[in-house]
């Protein structure tokens, strides 16, 4: 039998370090993929295993300081909050995040290796297309998490992250971070050659893997990273085109401001609904913790997002719940516990995470639109969006397109200035940042628009600012990887 590879190796002392259960399904390097339904079952596993949300959520400015609930002693929390590393490999932590995303990796890489062996092109095209674009969207995720933001002009000089391409055939073998542009360059390379060949058909379960539809919305948020406004724009239009309103999560049904709490977490991660694209199984304590979170959505910050209005004038009717201001959240992951057998009472903790929805891959196409200044398109989808997500504040429970929809001159007199690109942006983002509460997707764009974040202790006796340069955007690198020859990032 092979040695087992470095990176595999980490992730399982990693898992180990947690719960078993967390690497049930590595790649068998005693069984020989000799079959299609071999890889595919194995393609299962190609997707990170960890949540980025934690330490992305708390990072953000979605998280101020309640004064109480669970306290500095979790560092989980309270360490992305005030930009301390985590010096942490269980779950929830960056360096989890880490070894799942390049467990996953290895899982694409081995599935590739075998697809070439084989040798039957027709047979396995869909197997690599899929295992293309899962390398590349762990890939990315890592860029995001660990790695500067992508800047066309200084990305040839900057430090990426390893980009792993080949099944590791020996212990702790060193790797080298490279640039950042070679890092987007590679993901590129395997995201558009994958793309085309993927076959939704194949799939038993397809919102566990990257469709056509996911895949373009990978895209589109890849894009969006570059600064490829136009390619951005042509994968969004390419994921749904203009059907795209009956993927836009309707949270102003009567159905939805009518169901119960268990309902409603049940609901929002679904894969019955087709708002939610890509889903992932996590082990996660995140679901049961992020109500009671001290550095989390404050009642200051749920004013300014929520109560305060929007440009729309109707109210959002996201159904926030909470016995007082303390554990204001939206009800959005059911976790499933999972025992380590039938007669034990221990076992880990799961969350089914939307890595890709409709209403992401919504804003994000505005957002493309309005920097290619195509802002008539821009404000049509923007209405979309504000057509399942607000109600008219009266006796009248719907939206009313009359009173709801956005033109030109509204969105310019909201602001107060005349530089409607701008305005169309800043009106994505702020719809964009209510929607994905407790997600983490706000840390993505605070990078890529380059957003001072502070946070501020309850008592005012200390703050902490995030500046646009800070080296502390990017999470530290974990010690292992360093060991093999991986470079920390600055601090």
């Known amino acids: 039998m092979k040695r087992i590879t470095w990176l595999l190796l980490m992730a399982i002392s990693i898992g180990l370090s947690g719960c078993s259960k967390f690497l049930d399904t590595p790649p068998d390097q005693r069984t020989e ?73 290895s899982v694409a890489n081995h599935a590739l290796r075998a697809i070439d062996k084989m040798n039957k092109p027709k047979e396995t095209a869909s197997l690599k297309g899929e295992a293309l674009v899962a390398r590349a969207y762990a890939h990315h995720m890592l860029c995001i998490a660990f790695a500067a933001n992508y800047d066309p002009n200084t990305a040839a000089s900057t430090p990426g ?37 993927i076959d939704n058909s194949r799939y038993k379960a397809p919102k566990f893997h990257f469709t056509n539809t996911s895949a373009h919305a990978f895209a589109t948020r890849f894009f969006l990273f570059k600064k490829d406004y136009k390619r951005a724009a042509e994968h969004a239009e390419a994921a749904l085109g203009r059907d795209i309103a009956n993927y836009i999560r309707p949270i102003n049904s009567r159905a939805y401001r009518t169901m119960e709490y268990n309902t409603r977490q049940q609901w929002y991660s679904s894969s019955e609904h087709p708002f939610n694209l890509l889903l992932a199984e996590s082990p996660s304590t995140w679901g049961r913790n992020y109500p009671f979170n001290r550095f989390g959505l404050t009642y200051p910050i749920y004013y300014e997002l929520v109560l305060r209005g929007n440009i729309s004038t109707g109210q959002m009717t996201y159904g926030f719940f909470g016995g007082n201001a303390l554990v204001i959240h939206i009800p959005k992951f059911r976790e499933q516990f999972v025992t380590a057998n039938v007669n034990a009472s221990f076992g880990i903790p799961y969350n089914q995470i939307p890595l890709f929805t409709g209403d992401e891959l919504l804003l994000n196409w ?103 340069n800070s080296n502390l955007r990017m999470f530290q690198i974990p010690d292992e990887a360093v060991m093999s020859g991986v470079e920390r990032n600055p601090r």
């Open 161 to 197: 992250i390893p980009y792993v391409t080949e099944p590791e055939d020996e212990v702790l073998k060193k790797y080298d971070r490279k640039t950042l542009q070679y890092a987007y360059d590679q993901i590129e390379k395997d995201l558009l050659e994958g793309l085309p060949l």
């Open 33 to 105: 993929l000799d079959a299609v339904d071999k890889i595919a079952e194995l393609l299962t596993s190609a997707y990170p295993a960890a949540n980025y949300i934690p330490f992305f959520e708390a990072a953000s400015d979605n998280a101020g300081d309640k004064g109480t609930g669970r306290t500095e002693g979790d560092i989980m929390n309270y360490n992305p909050w005030i930009y301390r590393d985590v010096d942490s490999r269980d779950m929830d932590s960056p360096s989890h995040y880490w070894y799942g995303a390049y467990k996953a990796i």
């Open 366 to 468: 505005v957002e493309a639109m309005a920097r290619l200044q195509q802002f008539d398109s821009a404000i049509e989808l923007l209405n979309t969006f504000i057509s399942k997500k607000v109600i008219y504040n009266t006796e009248v429970r719907e939206y009313v397109p009359a009173v709801h929809n956005l033109n030109v001159t509204k969105i310019n007199n909201y602001y107060g200035n005349q530089n409607l690109e701008e305005n169309i942006i800043r009106t994505a983002l702020h719809f964009k940042r209510v929607e994905f509460l407790f997600e983490g997707l706000r840390w993505m764009d605070i990078l890529r628009h380059r957003i001072t974040v502070r946070h501020m202790l309850y008592d005012g006796s200390e703050e902490y600012i995030l500046g646009p």
